[in-house]
């Protein structure tokens, strides 16, 4: 499909996004929706990019814990292998007459030993064994000291606790149409303040015979709230001033249209600016359809209701094309 043309060139493109021009040189979105950038760095050695404390911060909650339960068994199980090696004659209070049976009881030596809980009955007796003990036990109160800060470090860390809408939408608004999406805060007591939003829109041009890829900010409705206690629905009028004047879901997609979405708040829990960015591509833009209510009274009148599961609910509408 050829690459659309069709934009005002008096609008006022931006080119302090961050991201460069040249559509040759990318693949896929440039924001995912996670709010993250669908980006990967080379270049580099391996341990010069990573860092730990930084991955371990932003993994997701079942990848951290299962790290920690894993770290916890595998560790145990390195310093349990080398007591067994060592030998029953460097250890005192052993039951176990088996090879395996004294390897359990080396294992679960080595979990008390690693926790500092030392119950007593078997302990070590050889130099060898002493010293490995040793070892193992400045190990266990350091990787305890170590995952406390990080789970301090997650619990500690601000996110804005924002959830945008799969879809933006192509609705009806005043006499024209407008593109919408909406997104609400999600954990109870915690209302983002002086609430900000900015909205560029990416696309592929024809520029001089070459395409090329041109930032506009779009103009909203709104782009800023005193307080977020419900849900916020982003409107960006489609008219003369909109990149999007007359586009059609073709026109979109021949021009490879992404809408990059950053919001900005203040979180009077942590005292502090929070953010949370994310995208829609022209696959999840959606055109004749229209936003649900998605808030209630509740049955005793006295208190407003978000109905949280309702945020991507939307139904059809004819868009009335006015008469020339």
């Known amino acids: 499909m050829a690459i659309n043309t069709r934009v005002n060139p008096w609008l006022k493109v931006n080119n302090d996004t961050g991201f460069g021009n040249n559509p040759a040189d990318y693949g896929g979105?440039?924001?995912?929706?996670?709010?993250?950038?669908?980006?990967?760095?080379?270049?580099?050695?391996?341990?010069?990019?990573?860092?730990?404390?930084?991955t371990m911060l932003n993994l997701p909650r079942w990848k951290?814990?299962?790290?920690?339960?894993?770290?916890?068994?595998l560790i145990n199980l390195v310093f349990g292998s080398i007591y067994f090696f060592i030998g029953?004659?460097?250890?005192?209070?052993?039951?176990?007459?088996?090879?395996?049976?004294?390897?359990?009881?080396?294992?679960?030596?080595?979990?008390?030993?690693?926790?500092?809980?030392?119950?007593?009955?078997?302990?070590?007796?050889?130099?060898g064994a002493n010293?490995?003990?040793?070892?193992?036990?400045?190990?266990?109160?350091?990787?305890?000291?170590?995952?406390?800060?990080?789970i301090y470090g997650r619990f500690a860390k601000p996110k804005a606790y924002l959830i945008f809408s799969d879809h933006a939408l192509v609705s009806p608004y005043q006499d024209i149409t407008a593109l919408m999406f909406r997104f609400a805060s999600y954990k109870d007591n915690h209302t983002l303040t002086n609430v900000?939003?900015?909205?560029?829109?990416?696309?592929?041009?024809?520029?001089?015979?070459k395409p090329?890829?041109?930032?506009?900010?779009?103009?909203?409705?709104?782009?800023?709230?005193?307080s977020l206690p419900m849900n916020w629905t982003v409107v960006h009028p489609i008219d003369e001033k909109s990149p999007l004047k007359d586009y059609a879901l073709d026109d979109m997609k021949a021009a490879d249209i992404e809408i990059y979405v950053l919001v900005r708040g203040f979180?009077?829990?942590?005292?502090?600016?929070?953010?949370?960015?994310?995208?829609?591509?022209?696959?999840?833009?959606l055109f004749n359809r229209k936003f649900v209510q998605m808030y209630r009274e509740s049955k005793d009148g006295k208190t407003?209701?978000?109905?949280?599961?309702?945020?991507?609910?939307?139904?059809?509408?004819?868009?009335?094309?006015?008469?020339?």
């Open 29 to 54: 979105r440039f924001v995912n929706r996670d709010g993250s950038f669908n980006l990967v760095k080379e270049g580099m050695p391996f341990w010069d990019k990573f860092s730990v404390y930084h």
């Open 64 to 73: 951290f814990i299962s790290l920690i339960i894993c770290f916890f068994l």
């Open 88 to 127: 029953a004659d460097q250890m005192q209070g052993v039951l176990g007459k088996t090879p395996w049976t004294f390897f359990k009881e080396m294992y679960f030596f080595s979990t008390e030993t690693f926790t500092t809980v030392g119950y007593g009955r078997v302990n070590p007796v050889g130099d």
């Open 131 to 150: 010293f490995v003990a040793a070892l193992e036990s400045m190990t266990g109160f350091l990787s305890f000291a170590i995952a406390t800060g990080l």
């Open 196 to 209: 900000e939003i900015k909205i560029n829109l990416g696309m592929t041009v024809q520029e001089k015979g």
């Open 212 to 226: 090329t890829f041109k930032f506009y900010d779009l103009e909203l409705e709104r782009s800023r709230v005193e």
């Open 267 to 285: 979180d009077d829990v942590y005292s502090t600016v929070v953010l949370q960015r994310t995208s829609y591509t022209h696959e999840e833009i």
């Open 304 to 324: 407003t209701i978000l109905e949280l599961q309702k945020l991507n609910d939307h139904k059809e509408i004819k868009i009335k094309v006015p008469a020339e």
